[in-house]
T-cell receptor, first 111, second 114 residues
Framework: QKEVEQDPGPLSVPEGAIVSLNCTYS??????FMWYRQYSRKGPELLMY????GNKEDGRFTAQVDKSSKYISLFIRDSQPSDSATYLC???????????FGAGTTVTVRA | ETGVTQSPTHLIKTRGQQVTLRCSSQ?????VSWYQQALGQGPQFIFQ???????GRGNFPPRFSGLQFPNYSSELNVNALELDDSALYLC?????????????FGAGSRLTVL
């Protein structure tokens, strides 16, 4: 079993739809949770960062963490074609030097 | 403020050869991490360098080695290349501090081993 599980998709939605992405994990020591966006042939760029449980909103993006269920989510409202990318969840334990990534979910927003 | 830059962007090697990949960290960052991203997979941690010393290592064999220089730039060396080493190699820099390891990634070096 992988430490971080993420459905690779692909996910295709019409412009304006809500995109829902999620990851599950097995390591209860994880306390920092991130979402990265990776465009084709580019490196990952940080979208959202959350510490411990709770919600965080930034513009059209909302990140949720449920540590009791070991489940994290990212919601993208009013999706745009420019949101078409691969979304990677990542997490780490306190004081850890590495991030553990999911496999990434490929999202296409159709105009 | 410059971001993380990596070179070369693409390269092709044959089995058994050696490769060196280079990375310049973002201004103000003192820690460099290297990740391997196989096609369709998430990045896998190789190792991290802080103060010119290896600060942690993932599940990669010793033929993967690295260096960090006084200006915080870094190299990743891979000896005796195997076909499975074909991947995107990502360098990421950060500022070593208590708390989350928030990384800034470069665009990567895409290695093909034939």
């Amino acid at each position: 079993q992988k430490e971080v599980e993420q459905d690779p998709g692909p996910l295709s939605v019409p412009e304006g739809a809500i995109v829902s992405l999620n990851c599950t994990y097995s390591n209860s020591a994880f306390q920092y949770f991130m979402w990265y966006r990776q465009y084709s042939r580019k490196g990952p760029e940080l979208l959202m960062y959350t510490y411990s449980s709770g919600n965080k909103e930034d513009g059209r993006f909302t990140a949720q963490v449920d540590k009791s269920s070991k489940y994290i989510s990212l919601f993208i409202r009013d999706s745009q074609p420019s949101d078409s990318a691969t979304y990677l969840c990542a997490m780490s334990a306190k004081g850890d030097y590495k991030l553990s990534f999911g496999a990434g979910t490929t999202v296409t927003v159709r105009a | 403020e410059t971001g993380v830059t990596q070179s070369p962007t693409h390269l092709i090697k044959t089995r058994g050869q050696q490769v060196t990949l280079r990375c310049s960290s973002q201004s103000g960052h003192n820690t460099v991490s290297w990740y391997q991203q196989a096609l369709g997979q998430g990045p896998q941690f190789i190792f991290q360098y802080y103060r010119e010393e290896e600060n942690g290592r993932g599940n990669f064999p010793p033929r993967f080695s690295g260096l960090q220089f006084p200006n915080y730039s870094s190299e990743l060396n891979v000896n005796a290349l195997e076909l499975d080493d074909s991947a995107l190699y990502l360098c990421a820099s950060s500022f070593n501090t208590v708390g989350a390891n928030v990384l800034t990634f470069g665009a990567g070096s895409r290695l093909t081993v034939l």
